[in-house]
């Protein structure tokens, strides 16, 4: 569900936080940056030790990592929602959705081993929560939905959280070998989809802000994203 977290602006007409996610283009108004990190070299290329070969990496996480960022009007983010659909990993399989907001990070889930695993080896570095508060999350025990489309969008719900996503604007493929997660390399592949209309509810209240659209009518971007196909290597 991301980018090589070096944050640019593609978009210089908005603050930059509205850009700061995983430095790539995997996810919405963020996933400009990874755009940037398609043409990069790869960390092969330019004297990785053996040891950090990308070719010697092995998965760790095979599924699907759609999220949703808002923003208020002066560019500050509301919330971020990050849905799992974990189909393999090495710490199990299952739905998750991680929710960060100001006062706090809530995990949904129904196996907390995989569940605080994603929010704290992913999603606590993801480039979109740069600058922001990280807060011990809160582990909810429930069932997860998660229907995702690349045709159609996304639905989402579970403890309290319930997550739409519609209006697929384009489908592009991404992969990089430095996407740093607590400094470590990883290599992530996928296919984005970032989304023109979007809006979560949390425990039955629509949640305050708004997605932030950007890039090109040939290579639109949203803060809002669907993100299928993904394998992070390690």
Not at 21 to 32: K, N, P, S
Not at 165 to 180: G, K, N, Q, S, Y
Not at 189 to 194: I, N, Y
Request: proline content about 9%; charged content about 20%.
């Amino acid at each position: 569900m991301s980018s090589d977290r070096t944050p640019a602006n593609p978009d210089p007409g908005r603050p930059s936080a509205v850009v700061s996610r995983r430095g790539m283009e995997r996810m919405g108004a963020a996933l400009g940056a990874m755009g940037l990190l398609a043409g990069a070299t790869p960390a092969s290329a330019v004297g990785e030790t053996p040891d950090s070969d990308p070719a010697l990496r092995k998965p760790i996480l095979v599924g699907a990592n759609p999220g949703l960022q808002l923003f208020d009007p002066s560019g500050s983010c509301t919330a971020y929602i990050s849905t799992w659909q974990v189909q393999w990993s090495t710490h199990g399989a299952g739905n998750v959705i991680v929710l960060w907001r100001p006062e706090g990070v809530r995990v949904v889930g129904e196996d907390p081993h995989l569940a605080l695993w994603l929010a704290d080896h992913f999603v606590r570095h993801f480039p979109e929560l740069d600058g922001l508060p990280w807060s011990a999350p809160r582990f909810h025990r429930s069932a997860v939905q998660v229907r995702l489309d690349l045709a159609s969008g996304l639905q989402a719900r579970g403890g309290g959280i319930d997550v739409h996503m519609a209006e697929v604007l384009d489908r592009r493929a991404f992969a990089t070998d430095r996407f740093p997660l607590a400094d470590v390399e990883h290599s992530l592949s996928l296919v984005l989809g970032p989304c023109g209309r979007a809006q979560a509810r949390v425990d039955g209240r629509v949640q305050p802000g708004e997605i932030s659209l950007g890039g090109t009518p040939q290579r639109p971007s949203s803060s809002a994203f669907l993100a299928a196909a993904e394998v992070w290597r390690v």
